[in-house]
């Protein structure tokens, strides 16, 4: 099943209520990421809502369309779909990241059911996807297996060699998707000094950088990488439109002779306005103040 006819309004509305569980989930645990889980909070929601073939009352349906989530800790987000797709009652996000919980601070596959790979360091994904896929093929099944990355994913080399052999095999029934929101937990900046030039800022004369990808580890050009490993790229320049990444989703799955790419410019923090752009929300919770203005901002 797969509800491809849900409406904008319909996945706007959801998209909202999807995010105010995001904020529920961290303040209730205290910790937790909500800046890579806002920022692909409309991606996921597109997938489950109009593009996953996928049934919350049959999470292991043999046919099902698979999701792999590279950038393991955005479970926030995930959580925050699966609820409202009907994987497990939202009463569980109270419980979020305590220990023997359900919901865990990153993906524990079949926990909950529907959760298709364990993860947490970044970078594994995509070659579990090819797993599948592969699999598939050889299974002569026609689901589609899609991958969330995040920045940090694209910055690791087994997602590389995984780029490189799903090129090599032109596994065209997997589609990766990155959620390039252009932000990052933390690193260190080219050599510098303090201003005097006299002592380096950090033991061996590194520097914390400003947490943009740009500074820490440039992926650009980022479609050109993809394409010199044999995939079709597909741009969204918004990725918080519904539409337009529905569109691309659709495209790409059609796509055959060779794997594709979805590459999403998104925010980090979308939706909440102190969060947006923030690198210091990348993982903590709001105060008490901050997540009253974040529910204000969410409001129906």
Same mark, same amino acid.
């Given at each position: 099943?797969?509800?491809?006819?849900?409406?904008?309004?319909?996945?706007?509305?959801?998209?909202?209520?999807?995010?105010?569980?995001?904020?529920?989930?961290?303040?209730?645990?205290?910790?937790?990421?909500?800046?890579?889980?806002?920022?692909?909070?409309?991606?996921?929601?597109?997938?489950?809502?109009?593009?996953?073939?996928?049934?919350?009352?049959?999470?292991?349906?043999?046919?099902?369309?698979?999701?792999?989530?590279?950038?393991?800790?955005?479970?926030?987000?995930?959580?925050?779909?699966?609820?409202?797709?009907?994987?497990?009652?939202?009463?569980?996000?109270?419980?979020?990241?305590?220990?023997?919980?359900?919901?865990?601070?990153?993906?524990?596959?079949?926990?909950?059911?529907?959760?298709?790979?364990?993860?947490?360091?970044?970078?594994?994904?995509?070659?579990?996807?090819?797993?599948?896929?592969?699999?598939?093929?050889?299974?002569?099944?026609?689901?589609?297996?899609?991958?969330?990355?995040? +920045? $940090?994913?694209?910055? =690791?080399?087994? #997602?590389?060699?995984?780029?490189? !052999?799903?090129? @090599?095999?032109?596994?065209?029934? &997997?589609?990766?998707?990155?959620?390039?929101?252009?932000?990052?937990?933390?690193?260190?900046?080219?050599?510098?000094?303090?201003?005097?030039?006299?002592?380096?800022?950090?033991?061996?004369?590194?520097?914390?950088?400003?947490?943009?990808?740009?500074?820490?580890?440039?992926?650009?050009?980022?479609?050109?990488?993809?394409?010199?490993?044999?995939?079709?790229?597909?741009?969204?320049? +918004? $990725?918080?439109?519904? =539409?337009?990444? #529905?569109?691309?989703?659709?495209? !790409?799955?059609? @796509?055959?002779?060779?794997?594709? &790419?979805?590459?999403?410019?998104?925010?980090?923090?979308?939706?909440?306005?102190?969060?947006?752009?923030?690198?210091?929300?990348?993982?903590?919770?709001?105060?008490?103040?901050?997540?009253?203005?974040?529910?204000?901002?969410?409001?129906?």
């Amino acid at each position: 099943m797969v509800a491809t006819q849900t409406s904008v309004d319909e996945l706007k509305s959801i998209a909202k209520r999807v995010r105010r569980n995001i904020i529920r989930m961290v303040v209730a645990a205290n910790s937790g990421h909500p800046g890579g889980s806002l920022s692909a909070a409309d991606i996921l929601v597109t997938l489950y809502f109009r593009v996953l073939r996928h049934d919350p009352k049959n999470p292991d349906w043999p046919d099902r369309d698979r999701l792999i989530i590279s950038k393991g800790h955005a479970t926030p987000g995930v959580y925050g779909v699966m609820g409202e797709a009907g994987y497990f009652s939202t009463e569980e996000f109270d419980n979020f990241r305590t220990p023997n919980a359900l919901l865990q601070g990153h993906v524990v596959m079949g926990k909950p059911a529907g959760v298709e790979m364990s993860g947490g360091a970044l970078g594994m994904g995509l070659s579990f996807s090819l797993g599948q896929a592969l699999a598939g093929k050889l299974d002569g099944k026609d689901y589609h297996v899609f991958c969330l990355l995040s +920045d $940090g994913d694209c910055q =690791e080399g087994q #997602t590389w060699e995984a780029a490189m !052999a799903a090129g @090599h095999h032109k596994a065209d029934n &997997v589609t990766a998707i990155v959620d390039r929101n252009h932000i990052q937990n933390d690193g260190y900046s080219d050599y510098e000094h303090f201003p005097d030039g006299d002592q380096p800022a950090k033991p061996g004369g590194w520097v914390m950088a400003d947490n943009h990808t740009a500074n820490i580890m440039n992926l650009e050009p980022l479609s050109a990488k993809w394409e010199a490993f044999g995939w079709n790229v597909i741009h969204v320049r +918004d $990725g918080h439109d519904f =539409e337009a990444i #529905t569109a691309a989703l659709e495209e !790409a799955r059609a @796509h055959t002779g060779q794997p594709t &790419v979805v590459i999403c410019e998104t925010t980090k923090g979308k939706g909440v306005s102190f969060m947006e752009h923030n690198p210091d929300f990348h993982g903590k919770a709001p105060d008490k103040e901050q997540t009253e203005q974040a529910y204000r901002e969410l409001a129906d």
